[in-house]
């Protein structure tokens, strides 16, 4: 199936939620597309021409994957954090690293919320795909997703994610004055780029600070943000990515309103299932580094098979790594897991 025909096909699993059906949907970003493309990892985030053959090739070898959210731009995790003037160390060989802010908590609490139209890195972003969306149209891949690092994700790379964490029990009330502005932002950031594309189906968060802190400490710093960035979207797809193992947090995660859910390999299916209920299209669940980088193609396949069997009773199910494409997995190892998704009459 070409790049369009493979995300229409994804919209109708997830909207329908056949209990039978599955194919293949991954999160591909910077840690792995540079690597696989040869390609120098600033020539990619600042060579469109890099980054286009890097998404064309991807989609080239691996026809009739979902890419969630597809031909995105995204630097790392730098986007959202740089809006409030974070250092940012650039590499040739990794994703920008951040540094906490300064000013700490209490100077991020006091300021404003950033535009993502004129602050930061964002504006770069806005204009890639006001670049490259005519180019990506021509070519069938038009971007359709946005996407947005989570609240809890972006305020944990603005102070350090031990401090956020502690700020918890320490200085709960600047925490959630923290966190009430990261999640403007998020909301404001995805709608920024959902404005730039043509026939948008659905937002992606990605926030694996949820799973650092308790079920009770969710229900005030995480679950009612998460569900009004969602609740801000009606219509569209809500797709959450947080594969951090804590199975706990499942439950209210239950209550967000997300439609499709990536988590860690390390939770099974059949307890996500049990804990989120029948509404939510489970986007997993292969072990991302000791299967997908350094297993054999023949050990894929026949991890892949057993995934596909012991999810008959549990789908729809959107065969992934436990997380996103790793930094160093093979091709030829994804090849594999498409291979046997195909062969078990998924993505059609």
Same mark, same amino acid.
């Given at each position: 199936?070409?790049?369009? /025909? ?5 919209? =109708?699993?997830? =909207?329908?939620?056949? *209990?039978?059906? /599955? ?46 959210? #597809? ?12 809006g409030w ?6 590499? *040739?060989? %990794?994703?920008?690293?951040? +540094? ?13 919320? !950033? ?15 006001? +670049?490259?969306? !005519? ?6 891949? %038009? ?16 102070t350090g ?20 502005? /990261? ?7 995805? @709608? ?14 990605? $926030? $694996? ?10 229900k005030k ?37 997300? $439609? ?13 299932? /049990? ?14 580094? $000791? ?7 023949? @050990?894929? =396949? ?21 997380? #996103?494409?790793?930094?160093?997995? !093979? ?10 998704? @195909?062969?078990?009459?998924? %993505?059609?």
């Amino acid at each position: 199936m070409d790049y369009q /025909t493979t995300l229409d096909t994804f919209e =109708r699993l997830v =909207r329908e939620k056949p *209990r039978d059906r /599955t194919m293949a949907a991954l999160i591909i970003d910077s840690p792995w597309l540079p690597g696989y493309a040869g390609a120098d990892t600033l020539d990619f985030f600042f060579d469109p021409a890099v980054w286009l053959t890097a998404h064309e090739r991807a989609a080239a070898d691996l026809p009739g994957v979902a890419f969630v959210p #597809g031909t995105w731009m995204e630097y790392g995790m730098a986007a959202e954090p740089s809006g409030w003037g974070v250092p940012i160390r650039w590499s *040739r060989t %990794s994703p920008p690293a951040i +540094r906490p802010h300064p000013g700490g908590l209490a100077a991020l609490a006091a300021a404003e919320v !950033p535009d993502p139209e004129i602050d930061g890195l964002m504006p770069a972003v806005l204009s890639h795909y006001e +670049r490259m969306t !005519p180019i990506l149209a021509n070519r069938g891949m %038009s971007p359709r997703m946005a996407a947005a690092r989570g609240p809890l994700a972006v305020a944990s790379h603005l102070t350090g994610v031990t401090e956020l964490l502690m700020a918890t029990k320490l200085e709960p009330e600047a925490c959630l004055t923290l966190l009430e502005k /990261t999640t403007e932002l998020c909301i404001g950031w995805l @709608q920024c780029q959902l404005e730039r594309m043509e026939d948008p189906i659905g937002v992606m968060v990605l $926030d $694996d600070i949820v799973g650092m802190i308790g079920p009770e400490d969710a229900k005030k710093f995480a679950l009612p943000l998460l569900r009004r960035i969602f609740e801000s979207f009606p219509g569209m797809i809500h797709i959450y990515h947080n594969d951090t193992p804590n199975e706990k947090m499942l439950e209210g995660l239950a209550t967000i309103g997300m $439609d499709v859910f990536n988590f860690s390999h390390e939770i099974g299916l059949e307890r996500a299932r /049990t804990a989120l209920g029948d509404e939510v299209v489970l986007m997993g669940n292969l072990p991302p580094l $000791d299967l997908l980088v350094r297993g054999t193609p023949e @050990q894929v =396949r026949a991890a892949t098979g057993e995934l596909i069997a012991g999810a008959a009773r549990l789908g729809p199910l959107l065969v992934s790594p436990g997380g #996103g494409v790793s930094p160093g997995t !093979p091709i030829e190892n994804l090849k594999a897991m498409l291979e046997v998704v @195909q062969d078990s009459g998924g %993505s059609s």
